[in-house]
T-cell receptor, first 116, second 113 residues
Framework: AQSVAQPEDQVNVAEGNPLTVKCTYS??????LFWYVQYPNRGLQFLLK??????LVKGSYGFEAEFNKSQTSFHLKKPSALVSDSALYFC??????????????FGSGTRLQVQP | EAQVTQNPRYLITVTGKKLTVTCSQN?????MSWYRQDPGLGLRQIYY???????DKGDVPEGYKVSRKEKRNFPLILESPSPNQTSLYFC????????????FGQGTRLTVV
């Protein structure tokens, strides 16, 4: 069974500093990995994904993520945090097999707090 | 604008009173699914549909029903809601392309008293 772990419930960072939100995964075969962001009273918004290819994936709003197969990690990063980045972030993995039920398995979420 | 629309956004109901949460997408996606979000648990899949008239259980299907009579609509039905179904519900859709990301609705906050 596939699983995702986000070890930090909350990450605090000062505006302008780099940020990292951690994610590790467990899945059979090559993973499809996603990051989503949830702002208060909003749905989940897609940030970026890793399917294949370059290990460094660039996404929306200046975010990027690094896929590390040996460490089974997919950490979300941003070089310079903004107060407006404060939100709840979810890492997710999906069954890579075309006949599977394509469910996204989510981590428990990490709340990012960027202080001015 | 590409979107997934859920209604209602907020709902308070009493135990046992049947309710339906509607979901509609305008992207012609084949795949649709429902998730519930609970604190500390992330999102868990309730039901999914690969196409019209094709639905199946997700991880937490007990107490829920769905139907897919049209490609764009995927309603979630709670025939006899109970307090443990108090949660935040999300509808999502995607194409069947292998790497396709899911698009999510705004969410429905359901309280069952």
């Amino acid at each position: 069974a596939q699983s995702v772990a986000q070890p930090e419930d909350q990450v605090n960072v000062a505006e302008g500093n780099p940020l990292t939100v951690k994610c590790t995964y467990s899945v059979s075969g090559n993973p499809y990995l996603f990051w989503y962001v949830q702002y208060p009273n909003r749905g989940l918004q897609f940030l970026l994904k890793y399917i294949t290819g370059d290990n460094l994936v660039k996404g929306s709003y200046g975010f990027e993520a690094e896929f590390n197969k040996s460490q089974t990690s997919f950490h979300l990063k941003k070089p310079s945090a903004l107060v407006s980045d404060s939100a709840l972030y979810f890492c997710a993995v999906r069954d890579p097999y075309p006949t599977g039920r394509r469910a996204l398995t989510f981590g428990s979420g990490t709340r990012l707090q960027v202080q001015p | 604008e590409a979107q997934v629309t859920q209604n209602p956004r907020y709902l308070i109901t009493v135990t046992g009173k049947k309710l339906t949460v509607t979901c509609s997408q305008n992207m012609n996606h084949e795949y649709m699914s429902w998730y519930r979000q609970d604190p500390g648990l992330g999102l868990r899949q309730i039901y999914y549909s690969m196409n019209v008239e094709v639905t199946d259980k997700g991880d937490v299907p007990e107490g829920y029903k769905v139907s897919r009579k049209e490609k764009r609509n995927f309603p979630l039905i709670l025939e006899s809601p109970s307090p443990n179904q108090t949660s935040l519900y999300f509808c999502a859709s995607s194409s069947l392309s292998r790497g396709a990301e899911a698009f999510f609705g705004q969410g429905t906050r359901l309280t069952v008293v």
